[in-house]
């Protein structure tokens, strides 16, 4: 039989689950604009009801036995994914965005204009090749050529020093989302030790998981192990959380073991980052599944489109004197630094003392004996590189195909050799062989900045080494700067001061199709300002269609997890009727109670 105050039990355990569903209600109502928040849920059954013998069973109520958080992690694990491709395509279209306001075409500040304006002087020149004016308009003309990849290239090395700053504010982000992510995990462990569950520490841990997927790819899984639920982050593939222990990242600036800077493509700016795991560990950064922001950055600033060194390991020559001199063929560049680290069958060595031998095609290079010997004996063409090659085309790429210009362009001005070193037959041996003012040969055209200043034709002893001018050092030569009568108008034989044969060949060097892979000098640099508008179209579009793509799972995910503000009215409604009926039960049974004790038999 069941007790006299069952009915009142009964409605009591009613106002307690309506309640308890209310309160869940009103948490869902104050947070439906909360980032990351999780629609919760009351999850009620009916109390054990008691057995009436031989007239079934006599139900005692319900009650709260959880409150759980809507979440679908299939739909997550695809946000993270899409949220760090669209992450990485986000950084490069600004990026590019920067690199091509630097190209500045067309305007009246662009190559094309400035280039005109060179060959138009020289043209000026031709007509009027006895006057001090027009001589001084053409130095003008070339000095403001010069200027133009100066800037063109000091601006790039900025960007790229700015991507170096991002890159190690992007690894201290990761580090604090690490160390967050494992405090959540311990406060979690702790609150649901008895059964419950800690809904809201969830949702946080899960937004920070959501933060992280668009800085790096990332893998998150809850796991039991032993009895007990962990939770594990990856980054990349390795792991950075493991319950209640966090891993961190560093970075470190690119030295050799005399903390001297070291270059892995020659156009690098020095102090550039690699990144390691705390413990020293390196962290492949040139691993092709890594994505996420630090990928754009990564791809931004190291993008070589694969041109870094690489050759062959030919011989090894032990000097006598602790240091040993290898013989590298078939280097695919020339334009090394003298000092660096270079990888002979993917292990590291330091060298010092590079040359370059271009009757063999070979380069030779000294390092110790000590390092030598600690690395296994490469066989006669073992693989030889330095750094890494990226096939995106990012900054290094960009300061390559500027400084391959300035050095073929100088090299036809000065020496009149195409791009192979073959003889531009029109040009006669260049400005370098021409006649000036003074009826003087042996002046170069175009030189390179040492220290801040221009080299003149007598320091280089009539042998200039092209691999030493870049965008950034091109300028015309010290002679030139300070004597305009330095310049050099006549081809040898002809009248002083009326001959003007060079400056006539010169100026069909504006349309010399063989100059370039890709044509004339135009073309060339045409093409760096087209491969730059194809690649920024190409970033716009992968995040448009990856924003989309994003927002769709997003969407997918509010569906399950979001909160709706008319389905949690109708919901509130619904219980504060269950609440109201329940009390009237109470009421009810309360009445009935009086009635049986206080006024029978009155």
Do not use: C
Not at 204 to 215: F, N, Y
Not at 331 to 343: E, N, Q, T, W
Not at 520 to 547: P, R
């Amino acid at each position: 039989m069941s007790s006299t105050f069952l009915g009142l039990n009964t409605g009591v355990n009613g106002i307690f689950t309506a309640r308890t569903a209310l309160d869940v209600t009103a948490h869902n109502i104050t947070n439906a604009n909360t980032k990351g928040y999780s629609r919760q849920v009351v999850e009620q059954r009916a109390t054990k009801a008691i057995p009436n013998a031989g007239k079934g069973m006599i139900g005692t109520g319900s009650e709260v036995y959880g409150i759980d958080q809507l979440r679908n992690f299939y739909i997550d694990t695809k946000y993270w994914s899409e949220s760090s491709t669209l992450g990485q395509y986000s950084v490069k279209t600004t990026q590019l965005s920067l690199i091509e306001s630097l190209f500045n075409e067309p305007s009246d500040s662009g190559f094309n204009t400035i280039f005109n304006n060179f060959f138009n002087a020289v043209n000026g020149l031709v007509n009027n090749a006895d006057s001090g004016e027009h001589r001084a308009a053409l130095k003008e003309a070339a000095a403001t050529l010069t200027h133009y990849f100066n800037s063109t290239a000091e601006h790039l090395k900025k960007y790229q020093r700015d991507l170096n700053f991002e890159i190690k504010t992007k690894v201290e982000e990761i580090n604090v989302i690490s160390r967050k992510i494992q405090n959540l995990n311990q406060q979690i462990y702790k609150y649901e030790m008895d059964g419950s569950k800690a809904n809201d520490l969830r949702d946080e841990r899960a937004r920070l998981v959501d933060q992280l997927s668009k800085i790096i790819n990332v893998e998150a899984e809850e796991l039991e192990v032993n009895g007990e639920k962990q939770f594990r982050v990856k980054i990349n593939g390795q792991i950075l959380v493991n319950h209640f222990n966090a891993k961190q990242l560093k970075v470190v600036p690119r030295e050799n073991s005399d903390g001297d800077a070291v270059k892995y493509n020659p156009e690098d700016v020095d102090g550039l980052y690699d990144i390691k795991w705390e413990n020293g560990n390196d962290f492949d950064i040139s691993d092709p599944n890594l994505s996420g922001e630090l990928k754009g950055y990564l791809d931004m600033r190291d993008g070589n489109n694969n041109l870094n060194f690489k050759g062959k390991f030919d011989s090894a020559v032990n000097n006598g004197d602790g240091t040993i001199t290898l013989t590298i063929k078939d280097p695919s560049r020339i334009d090394l630094d003298s000092k660096g680290i270079i990888a002979i069958n993917g292990y590291n060595v330091e060298y010092d003392g590079l040359k370059y031998d271009s009757a063999t095609n070979t380069i030779t290079i000294e390092v110790s004996q000590t390092q030598w010997d600690s690395i296994p004996a490469p066989a006669s063409g073992s693989s030889v590189e330095v750094g890494n090659g990226m096939s995106y085309k990012g900054i290094p790429y960009y300061l390559n195909r500027l400084n391959e210009f300035v050095r073929i362009f100088a090299k036809a001005v000065n020496e009149g050799k195409d791009r192979n070193g073959d003889n531009i037959s029109e040009l006669n041996g260049g400005h370098f062989n021409a006649v000036n003012s003074e009826g003087e040969t042996g002046t170069y055209f175009f030189t390179y900045k040492e220290n801040g200043s221009a080299k003149g034709s007598n320091e280089l002893g009539g042998s200039l080494d092209y691999t030493k001018i870049t965008a950034e050092n091109f300028t015309l030569s010290k002679d030139i700067l300070e004597d305009v009568g330095k310049i050099a108008a006549a081809l040898q034989g002809e009248d002083l001061p009326s001959g003007n044969g060079f400056m006539e060949a010169l100026k069909a060097l504006r349309n010399y199709t063989h100059l370039f892979r890709e044509g004339t000098a135009d073309s060339y640099m045409n093409s760096i300002v087209s491969e730059l508008g194809i690649n920024g179209q190409q970033a716009k579009m992968l995040e448009k269609t990856q924003t989309n793509i994003t927002m769709a799972v997003e969407n997918q995910r509010l569906s399950v997890s979001g909160v709706d503000l008319n389905e949690e009215m109708s919901y509130m409604i619904q219980y504060q009727q269950l609440y109201n009926a329940a009390a009237k039960v109470i009421s009810v049974m309360d009445e009935i109670l009086d009635v049986t004790i206080n006024r029978m038999g009155a």
